[in-house]
């Protein structure tokens, strides 16, 4: 376990580092706007795309990693939508059900990957990139609906949902590089070694704007329902995706990328759907810090339970 606490300190390091950043004169909060959109449409598809192209992706267990994926995403919303009276005893309305369910279910890509890659290196982030396939159209799907049901602003319509997921860079990257990768399709080595060397900024830039977008201030007064939101995000989720991975076969460092991705925080879209559908937009900012600060406690307990995977040798 000491072994993954400490890998995974540089990315802690760097989450603090850009939320130090952001705070000071030079690189107020604002001005991180346009470096967030060039990791989120060029960076990061590249990083992606020449990852996925040069994985072995021959013997990867890719249909049951991402059946593992989306049953336990599924096997979660639907555990929470029927306990949905007993949140509302506990005086949780439907906006602030709604982010408590983007937090079970959502993850943070950013976090996933570099812990992934500095876990099992080129392997463990190509495999956790494929991983967003399965998860990342499922949740936002389930994630719309509910806003859709619970939250009383205007709602998009289902064509628009399905069109920002169809052309999500991050989906679209790994998706390229996988047909690419089945072809064997050969690049031009030049070409390759840009396309490389551009992208190898985007994880720890990810990681800075991860820190970038944390409030500490949401978590002032203490909520205490954030609580319930980070056990089932960072305990819950991991362990029931676990499961069906075990039950399906799945082992070696596919298993440790499923655990990873459900261990990991939600991700800072949640607050802006939040935001723009109706949502509780300040206990989804609670809950994203929240688990993010958590999360580096509750992940190497996490992989250990589920039989050291997260421990490289």
Not at 125 to 153: K, R
Not at 224 to 234: D, F, Q
Request: aromatic share 6%.
């Amino acid at each position: 376990m000491i072994v993954a606490i400490e890998s995974l300190l540089p990315s802690l390091l760097l989450i603090a580092l850009g939320f130090g950043l952001a705070r000071t004169p030079l690189f107020p909060t604002g001005g991180w706007d346009s470096v967030e959109r060039l990791n989120y449409y060029v960076l990061y598809p590249t990083l992606l795309f020449v990852s996925v192209v040069r994985a072995d992706l021959s013997a990867a267990p890719i249909f049951a990693m991402a059946l593992a994926m989306a049953l336990g995403v599924l096997t979660v919303a639907a555990a929470m939508a029927a306990s949905r009276p007993l949140w509302s005893r506990a005086g949780i309305d439907g906006p602030a059900f709604t982010s408590h369910l983007q937090g079970a279910i959502r993850y943070n890509t950013a976090i996933a990957l570099g812990v992934a890659g500095a876990l099992f290196g080129a392997e463990g982030l190509a495999l956790t990139a494929l991983g967003t396939i399965a998860i990342v159209p499922l949740v936002n799907v389930i994630s719309v609906a509910a806003l859709a049901s619970l939250a009383s602003s205007r709602r998009p319509t289902p064509r628009r949902v399905l069109t920002e997921i169809a052309l999500n860079p991050l989906i679209l990257a790994t998706v390229a590089g996988a047909l690419v990768n089945a072809a064997g399709l050969p690049l031009y080595r030049p070409l390759v070694e840009t396309l490389d060397l551009l992208g190898r900024g985007a994880l720890s830039l990810a990681l800075l704007l991860v820190g970038v977008g944390l409030r500490p201030q949401s978590l002032a007064p203490p909520r205490p329902n954030v609580g319930l939101g980070v056990v089932v995000k960072l305990l819950v989720t991991p362990l029931v995706m676990f499961g069906y991975a075990r039950l399906l076969g799945v082992e070696g460092v596919a298993l440790a990328a499923i655990v990873i991705s459900g261990a990991v925080p939600t991700a800072s879209s949640a607050y802006v759907l939040a935001r723009r559908m109706g949502g509780d937009a300040d206990l989804m900012a609670a809950l994203i810090t929240a688990q993010t600060i958590a999360a580096y406690a509750t992940l190497p307990i996490v992989l250990w339970i589920a039989g050291g995977t997260g421990a490289p040798p």
